[in-house]
């Protein structure tokens, strides 16, 4: 925890800026990201980047958890990213397909002290940019967890909690159709599972991807997805989707 101890103390220095700059902090967390739990995303591209399959959203009335099998553990450049906000650990590796950074700081909207676990790194961020290690979880396996407690000064945990499984309501199913790892996104409240997203890849080009949520009946929507590699970046593509439909008079 070397790495954790030496960040946090240059994490120090930054403390004072941001209390003595709330407006900053406001632009950068409230302004920039508008939209309601923005962080889903960022959270779904984190996953996608650790070459993860399944993510879960299991959202209880004091915080949210959210956890993923990506094999790809988080690396300190992540950490230092998510502590920082002049940085992206993601820029010149052309291995990901995101910035895992500021956007990051769209959490804050909800919490003011998320904890995360992944690999040998357990922590928490405290004052929006300083990490402090944490104990490790037991029976976390080799999966990567997020926890986020609800409610802050702004936000109480009611009016969080409601938002975000707004936000989780409202994902389109089409979140999975231009990504990689990702094969099936599931929501839950307590122990109930509330709704999901899956993707299944039938060929080199036809995919289909189901939508089930609040207990609504499943759509399920059929694509053809083209795709073209970028030189020099192996695991970079571009890709066009066409939605497909049953010909007239043919049933599934």
């Known amino acids: 925890m070397d790495f954790l101890r030496r960040l946090q103390g240059d994490r120090e220095i930054d403390v004072q800026f941001w209390k003595k700059h709330p407006e900053l902090r406001k632009q950068l967390v409230d302004d920039a990201y508008s939209e309601k739990a923005h962080f889903i995303y960022e959270l779904l591209q984190n996953a996608e980047d650790a070459e993860a399959d399944t993510v879960a959203f299991e959202l209880h009335d004091d915080r949210l958890e959210v956890r993923h099998n990506g094999r790809r553990k988080f690396p300190e450049s992540d950490i230092d990213a998510i502590t920082d906000v002049s940085k992206?650990?993601?820029?010149?590796?052309?291995?990901?397909?995101?910035?895992?950074?500021?956007?990051?700081?769209?959490?804050?909207?909800?919490?003011?002290?998320?904890?995360?676990?992944?690999?040998?790194?357990?922590?928490?961020?405290?004052?929006?940019?300083v990490p402090e290690a944490v104990p490790m979880l037991e029976g976390l396996g080799s999966d990567t967890l997020f926890i986020f407690p609800l409610g802050n000064l702004k936000k109480s945990e009611k009016d969080a909690c409601k938002e975000i499984r707004a936000g989780?309501?409202?994902?389109?199913?089409?979140?999975?159709?231009?990504?990689?790892?990702?094969?099936?996104?599931?929501?839950?409240?307590?122990?109930?599972?509330?709704?999901?997203v899956l993707r299944i890849q039938h060929s080199g080009t036809h995919i289909t991807v189901t939508k089930n949520a609040?207990?609504?009946?499943?759509?399920?929507?059929?694509?053809?997805?083209?795709?073209?590699?970028?030189?020099g970046l192996k695991r970079h593509c571009v890709s066009v989707a066409f939605a497909l439909d049953y010909l007239p008079n043919v049933t599934a």
Do not use: C, M
């Open 88 to 129: 992206s650990g993601k820029e010149d590796t052309g291995e990901t397909i995101g910035k895992f950074g500021i956007g990051f700081k769209s959490v804050f909207k909800y919490t003011d002290r998320p904890y995360v676990y992944s690999g040998e790194y357990s922590f928490a961020i405290r004052d929006f940019v």
């Open 214 to 231: 609040s207990r609504k009946t499943a759509v399920t929507s059929h694509y053809l997805r083209l795709d073209n590699s970028v030189e």
């Open 168 to 196: 989780l309501e409202e994902l389109a199913e089409t979140t999975l159709l231009f990504l990689s790892n990702i094969k099936s996104i599931r929501w839950l409240l307590g122990q109930e599972v509330l709704g999901e």
